[in-house]
């Protein structure tokens, strides 16, 4: 393993993020400072309480897997999309590094970026509301293992893409639906049964579902459940990194 | 002299046929500087780009200091510098950080006076800490050449150095490379100016369509391809020329006082004893002679268009 090459990448993505840190910090408290206010504040107070847990702290884990997601896949998607986009992408072709460490150096550095911004928005809510994290390995588990996950489909999404257009087609059309349907803002024991039975396929649901476990210790589907859904993502999406891997599938001619 | 760079019948054919290399067989001493000359699309950039990584071979072998490109592609990479033709850099990040990263794809550590050195050498010290966005057009191109000499390359590839350059850094960069030849790097530029090839290489290669013409020292592929031309002057113009002078092929200029004799410098008799004989015997008063080789332009347009090989 060229573990230089790996840190080489990684310092270099990551000092695009320490460029614009200001941005990088105040954005997600901004956002998240606003979702309290409309949900937390003007629909929580009609609420009360979810599952015994007032709806405010409710919705934090489903408002830090919502950024945590968006942002991997847009890091690690433009990450590699803007070599190629630029042309820079000959150099890292014509190093001594396989696509591996590539992979390494470039989700390692999205999901380190969105990582940083689950925990400000983690922060930022204990202004707003009491939080209780009842699990803090299982918390931070599935925290690391969703940015890294969605770290990894956003650079499949960065090497598929040919443009702009389609570098924002996934996350727009597919991952904010699925997000917004995950149970993000409610518990699925809120929808009419029929609802709750094709939630259930959305991967989402899992996700949000064992994070939100980890915080009040209740889950709409088993916490295993959970950590099979994530792990199984995970496994799909290095499946894919390693097809490509194999076939140069639109990075070597 | 050593071979540092081994090219045994190298292919590279597109799905949709097209074929770019046909079988390209090439040996690159160790310290020379080789010049591939070849018009757009003559696979020259394909040729680079398949040594270096970017493009995978369909056939052929290459080696780099006994280093296979695919097989033991870690070894051989790590002594290749490559320096694009297209300007490919990060706008936004500085010229220091942009050049560090390349030194630690390549595995090296960091070592600040070693990029300290190339970038004083390449006049860019005093932009370390400038975005590239910053830079001018030539700047950036040194940012390239700085990239690809972080790692310490043995041999470097210039992918059309000058293209789009003012002759001031053109004259800038040829005396880079003489630098870098004095430093004993290989380098193998592939370029469209004549008069780079000229100026700088040791050996001149000629590839069209994907096929390698000839690859020659440059000194004896001007002697041998070279055609030398007399010019006779006359101190007197004269309306046509003498039909005792027709067998030698000559052809008169628009004033009509310098005769242009071409020859061969290889052939067995030039004929120059012969022309100036009969010049003077059909009574031509000779003002000056003077000689003049052909340029390797003209050996290599003559060369693509098929007429002399």
Known sequence: MNWTAIAAIYRFEMSRFFRTLAQSFFSPVLSTSLYFVVFGTAIGSRIQEVEGVSYGAFIVPGLIMLSVVMLSISNASFGIYFPKFLGTIYELLSAPVNFFEIVIGYVGAAATKALFVGLVILATATFFVDIRIEHPFAMAAFLILSCLSFSLLGFIIGIWASNFEQMSLVPQLVVTPLIFLGGTFYSISMLPPLWQTITLFNPVVYLISGFRWSFYGSADVPIVLSLLAILAFTGLCLAVIGWIFKTGWRIRS | ?309
């Not at chain 2, 757009?40 to 490109?69: Q, R």
Request: charged share 25%.
């Open chain 2, 1 to 309: 002299m050593t071979t540092i760079l081994s090219i045994r019948d190298l292919r590279k054919s597109y799905a949709d046929g097209f074929e770019a290399l046909k079988g390209v067989s090439l040996d690159i001493e160790e310290g020379e500087i080789l010049a591939l000359l070849g018009p757009n699309g003559a696979g020259k950039t394909t040729l680079i780009s398949t040594i270096c990584g970017i493009t995978t071979p369909s056939s052929g072998e290459v080696t780099v200091g006994g280093h296979d490109i695919q097989t033991d592609y870690r070894a051989a990479r790590r002594m290749i510098g490559l320096v694009p033709q297209e300007i490919a850099l990060e706008p936004f990040e500085n010229v220091w950080n942009t050049v560090r990263l390349s030194r630690g794809l390549f595995g090296l550590g960091k070592d600040n006076a070693r990029i300290e050195e190339t970038l004083r050498k390449l006049s860019l010290w005093d932009k370390r800490n400038n975005a590239i966005k910053e830079l001018s057009g030539g700047m950036k191109r040194r940012v390239l050449i700085a990239k690809a000499l972080a790692h310490e390359p043995r041999v470097l590839f210039l992918d059309e150095p000058t293209a789009g350059v003012d002759v001031e850094l053109r004259k800038d960069m040829w005396e880079i490379v003489a630098e870098l030849k004095r430093d004993g790097v290989t380098i193998i530029l592939t370029t469209h100016y004549i008069e780079e090839a000229e100026a700088i290489a040791d050996r001149v290669g000629v590839i069209d369509k994907g096929e390698l013409l000839l690859v020659q020292d440059k000194e004896t592929l001007m002697a041998q391809m070279g055609k030398k031309q007399i010019e006779v002057m006359l101190s007197e113009p004269i309306a046509q020329i003498p039909d005792s002078l027709a067998l030698h092929n000559l052809t008169l200029n628009g004033v009509g006082d310098v005769l242009v004799y071409t020859y061969d410098t290889h052939a067995d008799r030039t004929g120059i004893t012969t022309l100036l004989n009969d010049v003077s015997q059909a009574g031509l008063v000779l003002r000056d002679v003077q000689t003049r080789q052909s340029s390797l332009e003209e050996i290599f347009v003559n060369l693509v268009s098929g007429e002399t090989v």
